[in-house]
């Protein structure tokens, strides 16, 4: 048996490096006879100075990134352009590494990267046959190869790396040469093994092993493993998975034959391997997003939110093609900030009584408070690209060209991709309230709210044109009317109360103060209104007339129930790269931070923000812990479902056309909403606008269950006034 550690004598490896190279040289003019051998050695001493054995171990092949649920074990799916993930060889059966050096390199452990003997062999099978039927490649030089490949930046260097020309054979060996001087020979075959390709979109060894047996590498049997081995050769030819196993069985044994030959296995355990069927367990790893789980279809909507967050980190890249590249090669471990159960809770929810054939669409997002981690994210829709059975669209100019997306699509309706949202109605009373309360305003500011309200913003931002050219905008109900605190004001949703307050701290304050707790402004027309000239106009900002989506919002409101710290929201809580290091990104002032730490910053203080809690409790039918909330408020029946204290708002827009609530505990903030996205102007009526309360009710109750129940901080006595 050949000892692995044996290599030529340092007097001897001169000689035999320039007869591996001359050698080269003559089965390189052997297999192309056109070319001057001369010509041939003057061009590929000028060429191999481009990369260096230090470029080739430097470079890494593409890997996997394998992404996780929060729990670091629930995988959500894997994203790769080549299914392959980078294992030691301390990690690979001692069979795969004899197999492979059987099949592919006989001499592996005796030649210095070029084989002469090998060499000479494929020059004379080459001349018989009058053409190329040896191509005499050491594993040395066929790692050379794939590592020019993996190492291309262009699409020429990448043809160069595999282009069948005598050039290239040269290049891999003087390369292979100069690389067995700087490394060893298990590092070679480790870094081989990891790169090889085994068809059946398996790349590297631990892919080959999972795609083809659903094992480790480290658990592969002689059988296994001679298996594979005979894969590398030709992958499409000796698939095993193929309808006809013949030439695959003959490949393996082939394969066992040479391993017993080396001594490896002894005759009977050939025999007996020889004697066994090729029996496979094939499994089919996920790709991207519409691999999720069928069983968790839901998952695939968290799932493009974070490629669409990923896309727009600049750490990952220039541009947002960069960026995917880099998830799609770079071997990432990410563990994502979706929680199984609370998404479980979440599905449930807004499938709740759902047909799956409705227009509207009913969603739900969860974050957490002080992190800004979301948690999960759910619509009545299935997670598909088939629209082939979606039902009309609901926009009649567009009914005859196109159809709905429902129940079927990928369109990000939650958040996190590029369309503008819905109009929130109500819930944006909070930012009013937050600005009045962070401007010195206490909770007692009283106004005698009339039904109808006639405001100093000019008719232009909106509103009937009844009243001399200025907004005024009424109440729902004329039980509104009267004196009303923000306690009060908030509960009933008195719309006169908080055009008011508005005007009392500037409609351009509550605007800046929106955005600083996440708000994007996506439509032209709230663009040119949240402009430093309009702002100050924009007196109907205050009953929810911008779009937005409801991740904005549950992770504003998450910035109250965090008192005051905002937080970005975040689809991870590690990234992991191959090396076993922390992503990291490089902030403004030149600090390295991790990625997947949460980014915040105070936005509001924090009495301010507790006080802004005591007055959205009164919306729940909770009780604050100062002030009154005038004896009823528009979703009352949420404490009681909760079981715990409770904050929020509902909010609906004109003519309802959308319905929303949004609810936080100290533990979680949650924005449901109802409308139709393919068309925002059709109404969904008074009746289901209940549809977000419940959801984000009974998704609180679930997702907290058997938690302890924590209590909000009061406000001090300066901000209830």
Known sequence: MTNPTTRPAPGRLVPLLRAGLIAGVVVAAALFPFVAVGGLAAKAGADLVEKTPADLLASMPAQTSYVYAADGTTLITTFYEEHRRYVPLSQMSPYVQQAIVASEDSRFYEHNGVDPKGVLRAFVANQQAGGVSQGASTLTMQYVR???????????????????????????????????????????????????????????????????????????????????AGLVKAPTTYDPASSDRKAATDRRNYVLDRMQAMGYLSPQATAAAKAEPI???????????????????????????????????????????????????????????LDPKMQEVADGQVQAGESNGSPYGHGLVAVEPGTGYVKSMAVNRT????????????????RNRMKGNYPNTVVPLLGGGDLPGYQAGSTFKMFTMLAALDAGLPLGTAFNSPHRFVSIYPDGSGGPTDCGGYWCPSNASGAMSGNQTMWSGFGKS??????????????????RLAERLGLQWRTDIDKRQASPSQANKWGSFTLGVSDVTPLEM??????????????????????VGPDGAPATYRTGSGM??????????????????????????????????????????????????????????????????????VGYT????????????????????????????????????GALKDQPVRQFNPPSDEMTG
Not at 383 to 398: A, I, R, V
């Open 554 to 575: 549950a992770n504003a409101y998450a910035t109250v129930a965090a008192e005051g710290r905002f937080c970005e929201a975040l689809p991870v809580t590690s990234i």
């Open 494 to 511: 008195v719309n006169t109360y908080f055009v008011w307050l508005e005007q009392k701290v500037g409609a351009e304050n509550v605007v």
């Open 383 to 398: 997670y598909s690209l088939d629209q082939d059975e979606n039902g009309p669209h609901s926009d009649p100019s567009k």
């Open 592 to 661: 390295d931070l991790e990625i997947a730490l949460p980014r915040c910053s105070q936005e509001v203080s924090a009495d301010a923000a507790r006080a802004a809690t005591d007055a959205a409790r009164c919306p729940t039918g909770d009780t604050p812990a100062r002030g009154s909330c005038g004896g009823w408020s528009t979703a009352d029946r949420v404490r009681g479902i909760v079981g715990r204290p409770v904050a929020g708002k509902t909010g609906t827009t004109d003519s309802d056309r959308a319905a929303w609530f």
């Open 146 to 228: 794939m590592a020019l490949r993996d190492s291309a930046k262009t699409p020429m260097e990448a043809r160069q790396a595999t282009e069948q020309t005598p050039l290239r054979k040269l290049r891999e060996m003087r390369l292979a040469l100069d690389l067995e001087k700087e490394t060893t020979k298990s590092q070679i075959l480790e870094r081989y093994l990891n790169s090889a390709y085994f068809g059946h979109r398996a790349y590297g060894i631990y892919s080959a092993s999972e795609i083809f047996f659903s094992k480790l590498p480290k658990d592969l049997t002689p059988v296994e493993a001679a298996t594979l």
């Open 666 to 701: 100290p533990e979680l903030a949650v924005a449901s909403f109802l409308s139709d996205p393919d068309s925002p102007m059709n109404p969904v009526g008074s009746g289901p606008a209940n549809k977000p309360i419940d959801a984000v009710a009974g998704f609180l109750k």
């Open 279 to 337: 029996q496979l367990r094939l499994s089919n790893p996920p790709n991207d997003c519409m691999s999720v789980p069928e069983e968790h279809n839901g998952w695939g909507f968290f799932c493009d939110y974070l490629k669409a967050w990923w896309a727009a980190q600049p750490a990952f890249g220039s541009n947002s093609l960069e960026r995917l590249d880099k998830l799609r090669r770079g071997g990432y471990t990410i563990v994502t900030s």
